[in-house]
């Protein structure tokens, strides 16, 4: 049985711009690629190769530290250098840059597997932490780590295939054309953290994907497909779990504190690519879309390659985008320099023209509808929120549990004086982690210098 989770907006879809093309490697590979050091949670990379460097595709070029994945070549040549450049994230970042030979060349380490019946759920995960695979949306949390957290402790695996956000449409493409590596994948993540099978959940507006993962499933029962009626933010974590279990995460627990383990279709393919084709994470599926482009496409492309590179190959514009996003039109993040590269959780580049962003009113003074708080799926109120977070008053914007918020963007959405919630929200969690983490190293250096004082007595 289907529960409901509360809010949630129903946007525009806008996915007939890329839904019916396949998702094609590069027509042209691009010349250079940057790849940060840093693509999922935690610490960065540390560089394990030196400008002057010989590299192959899937050759370890990044080592993990803390809790991190390892970064992988993404194109065969040599490394011009390795320094910060600009990168999605916002600011610098350490990156090795690689000139492209157009070789292809592959790191001879990369070897196919091919049956991968006979490996344990503690080696998958191992191949699955030297593959680097991270989420492939999202914050790109390092997947082993996941599954490590998650082994034993897991009733419920679900294969996120909602895709619920306007205009994207790679998990769509790759459900269609690579149906067999997500299903394939769905399997090795069930036995790694030893669930029996897994629920891979698919909004009903692909009704060809829907098909295609049932008839790839076949009738061994372990993977079940269920069709969600579409609903933004659905296939949000938290919100997808409640759907398809009924279950809550409470605040600040996890999904696997309620027994629930949540991957992407894209993750669950890129574990499969890892794990029996021997092959790191290095290339990605991208939907390269909005009004602003010749040819929106989906695209399969090496990471790193540059923004414009992608719009370059989607025929460049055919007219002034007003904003171009990585991401989705809801929780995608503006990009102000075209060559910053793609990274693993890169799954769409959207150049908007101004039609397609509306009418662009100033914002006003909060009317206090409330219709902010009737759409947040997180159940949070993002007036009080917004009026303690612009006088900066952390301690009452985190009783109101900003750090909830999932950054869904509803609230901007539905919101009639146009005001930025969800950038003010998203401020206001950086600065109040930021002072937590200062109070915790004073806390440190206080109990340092009191231990000091009883051994000196
Ligand atoms: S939706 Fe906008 S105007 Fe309405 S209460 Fe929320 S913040 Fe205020
Ligand atoms: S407050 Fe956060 S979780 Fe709630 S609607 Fe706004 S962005 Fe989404």
């Known amino acids: 049985m289907l529960h409901q989770f509360f809010g949630g907006v129903r946007p525009a879809e806008h996915k007939d711009l890329t839904e019916q093309t396949p998702a094609l490697p590069l027509a ?4 250079q690629v940057v790849i940060p ?4 949670t935690d610490d960065a990379c540390t560089p394990v190769v030196a400008e002057g460097d010989e590299v192959r595709v899937g050759q370890l070029i990044g080592e993990s530290n803390g809790l991190g994945a390892p970064i992988h070549a993404s194109v065969s040549g040599k490394v011009l250098a390795v320094e910060p450049r600009p990168y999605g994230g916002g600011g610098m970042m350490l990156s090795v840059v690689i000139d492209n030979d157009f070789q292809d060349a592959p790191c001879p380490e990369q070897k196919h597997r091919g049956n991968s019946a006979g490996l344990t759920g503690a080696e998958i995960i191992s191949i699955v932490k030297e593959a680097g695979v991270t989420g492939m949306g999202g914050a790109g949390f390092p997947t082993h780590v996941k599954l490590s957290g998650a082994v034993g402790k897991v009733d419920t695996l679900i294969i996120n295939g909602a895709e619920c956000e306007p205009y994207i449409t790679s998990d769509h493409r790759l459900m269609l054309e690579r149906g067999d590596t997500v299903v394939g994948g769905a399997r090795l993540l069930a036995k790694a953290v030893g669930a029996k099978g897994a629920v891979i959940a698919v909004e009903t507006n692909k009704p060809d994907a829907i098909e295609n993962i049932r008839s790839q499933a076949g009738g ?20 997808l779990i409640q759907m398809l279990t009924g279950r809550q995460v409470p605040s600040g627990k996890l999904p696997v504190d309620v027994n629930c383990l949540v991957c992407s279709v894209a993750t669950a393919a890129a574990v499969w690519e890892a794990v029996v084709e021997g ?17 929106p496409l989906n695209m399969i492309a090496p990471i790193g390659t540059p923004v414009s590179w992608l719009i370059k190959m989607a025929g460049g514009f055919q007219m002034e ?21 793609i990274m693993k959780s890169t799954n769409c580049v959207l150049c908007l023209t101004p039609d397609e962003i509306g009418k662009q009113d100033p914002a006003q003074a909060c ?13 949070l109120t993002p007036l009080f929120m917004r009026m303690n977070a612009g006088k900066c008053r952390w301690e009452e914007t985190e009783a109101l549990h900003v750090m909830d918020c999932i950054e869904c963007g509803c609230c901007n959405y539905i919101c009639p004086a146009r005001l930025p ?8 969690k950086f600065a109040i982690r930021e002072k937590n983490a200062r109070a915790k190293e004073r806390d440190a250096q206080v109990q340092e210098v009191g231990e000091k004082e009883v051994t000196v007595e």
Not at 37 to 40: C, E, F, K, R, V
Not at 220 to 238: C, F, H, M, S
Not at 367 to 379: L, Q
Request: glycine letters at 8%.
């Open 220 to 239: 061994e029962g372990d993977i079940r497909v269920q069709p969600l009626r579409t609903r933004y933010p659905q296939g949000a974590e938290k919100q």
């Open 28 to 31: 042209q590979a691009p010349a």
């Open 421 to 428: 919630l969800v950038q003010t929200f998203r401020a206001a």
């Open 37 to 40: 050091m840093s693509m999922h």
């Open 367 to 379: 009317i206090r509808c409330g219709k902010c708080v009737e759409v947040c799926p997180m159940k």
């Open 321 to 341: 985008p007003d904003r171009v996003l990585l991401g989705g039109p809801m929780m995608g993040t503006p990009v102000y320099d075209l060559d910053v590269p």
């Open 279 to 295: 092959k790191a994470l290095t290339r990605r599926r991208v939907t390269v879309t909005g009004a602003a482009l010749v040819q």
